[in-house]
């Protein structure tokens, strides 16, 4: 079990040591795929902030966000409660969902990320900021 998100990043890349459930902070089993990558620094582009930032490996894209002086809103930070979530412009890789907000079919849809607990795997993905 981890004690927040980061630690999760660091300490369960693995696919049979990642945790599944809420109540851990790793609110979702990743993909078959996913899971076999592990956790690897990517870039995230925010048109409307004009900024682009750098999520490293032992990060969740919020602190990475956070770092960059967004200002975000959250709550739990363990996929759970969904205020986190920003819309998806465009990505490339796979994107690892792994909250417990979204329904399956919107995780499928690849239309919203919960930044406390999903990322991208492969290089990089732009992410809309209208209500920041
Ligand atoms: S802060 Fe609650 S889902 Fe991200």
């Not at 995230?44 to 956070?66: D, H, M, W, Y």
Request: net charge negative.
């Amino acid at each position: 079990m981890c004690a927040d998100r980061s630690e999760c990043w660091r300490t369960q890349s693995e696919p049979g040591a990642r945790a599944d459930g809420p109540s851990t902070g790793c609110a979702s089993k990743p993909s078959a795929t996913a899971a076999a990558v592990r956790p690897s620094p990517s870039r995230c582009a925010f048109p409307r902030l004009g900024k682009e930032i750098s999520v490293g490996a032992n990060q969740t894209l919020l602190e990475a966000l956070e770092a960059a002086s967004v200002d975000m809103i959250f709550d739990c930070r363990r996929g759970e409660c969904g205020l986190c979530a920003l819309p998806i412009l465009s990505f490339e890789g796979e994107l690892d969902h792994r909250d417990v907000f979204f329904s399956a079919a919107e995780k499928a849809g690849n239309t919203k990320l919960c930044t406390c607990v999903s990322r991208v795997y492969g290089a990089s993905i732009t992410l809309d900021t209208a209500d920041r």
